[in-house]
């Protein structure tokens, strides 16, 4: 069941179910709170889960005007953080969060870490990264992404929904999930900017610099803090791997698993992330 919180002059849409400690799901580009459909609801019984829509996601609310900047990494931000704030979390918040929720959850929990007590990590966006970094199958299409061509690809053909999301998991998708997932960006054009967005604003090459400079400052800070961190690598995975993936494995106070997947685990091994999740937290 969603509920609606007014952010900013807008809505956005989350779950809240359970009792106790909060345990927050945070999801990527070009996903929602369904993302964690088969997973979150497994933590009901022991802990008060929240599982918000990125603003312009989901059912969240649609940013007004042209290329809003609302919808890049740090405007985005703002909204969570802010809808965050509202729902009175508790001094006691579990992070699992995924592509560029790893992004904007790794700089929740450095802005707020008196209150983190662990984060869940998987193929995401964790640390700065150069064009040699990023896997040789998906540099063609992301520096499209970030040329002219972009606005023809995402906001004309919806390419990243139809073509990269739908295609991804091992086990081909129902046509329920898939209708699902086109649900927010059945219309062309600015509904699906987010989708757009996001790709553009990968920390590339310290391009673009605030970007880089938020997501440098979060693997500054997780390398060294105390903060309990489960890695849930893929296999093969598609973003979290290499360089990156040997930066994190780094990390203080990090344990590391891994489960069968590209980029959108969830869909592939969701029955395998929530006991590893679980057994994680019992270990706490």
């Not at 809003?68 to 509202?86: A, M, R, T, V």
């Not at 927010?184 to 509904?191: C, H």
Request: aromatic share 10%; charged share 25%.
């Amino acid at each position: 069941m969603k509920n609606f919180l007014k952010v900013k002059g807008k809505n956005l849409a989350y779950i809240d179910e359970g009792e106790g400690d909060a345990i927050v799901f945070i999801h990527g580009n070009p996903t929602s709170s369904y993302l964690w459909r088969n997973i979150a609801p497994n933590f009901n019984q022991s802990y008060r889960v929240i599982v918000p829509d990125l603003i312009g996601m989901g059912d969240s609310e649609k940013l007004d005007g042209i290329d809003n900047p609302g919808y890049s990494f740090n405007g985005q931000y703002d909204y969570l953080d802010e809808l965050l704030n509202k729902l009175d979390l508790g001094p006691r918040i579990h992070l699992v969060i995924h592509d560029w929720g790893c992004g904007l959850g790794l700089k929740y929990a450095r802005l707020n870490s008196d209150s983190i007590s662990s984060i869940t990590f998987m193929e995401g966006v964790t640390v700065p990264l150069t064009w040699d970094q990023w896997p040789e199958a998906g540099k063609k299409i992301f520096k499209l992404f970030r040329s002219d061509a972009g606005e023809e690809l995402i906001l004309d053909k919806n390419f990243f929904v139809e073509r990269i999301l739908l295609n991804d998991p091992i086990k081909p998708m129902s046509d329920e999930t898939r209708n699902e997932y086109l649900r927010p960006f059945i219309n062309s054009g600015e509904d699906r900017r987010p989708t757009l967005t996001f790709p553009r604003n990968i920390p590339f090459n310290e391009d673009p610099l605030d970007t880089h400079n938020e997501i440098t400052m979060n693997a500054n800070f997780h390398s060294t803090s105390s903060i309990p961190k489960l890695f849930i690598n893929a296999e093969p995975g598609f973003l979290l791997v290499g360089t990156q993936r040997d930066e994190v494995r780094s990390w203080t106070n990090i344990k590391e698993v891994t489960v069968e997947g590209n980029h959108f685990i969830q869909e592939d091994s969701p029955e395998d992330i929530t006991r590893h999740i679980k057994d994680f937290l019992v270990s706490l």
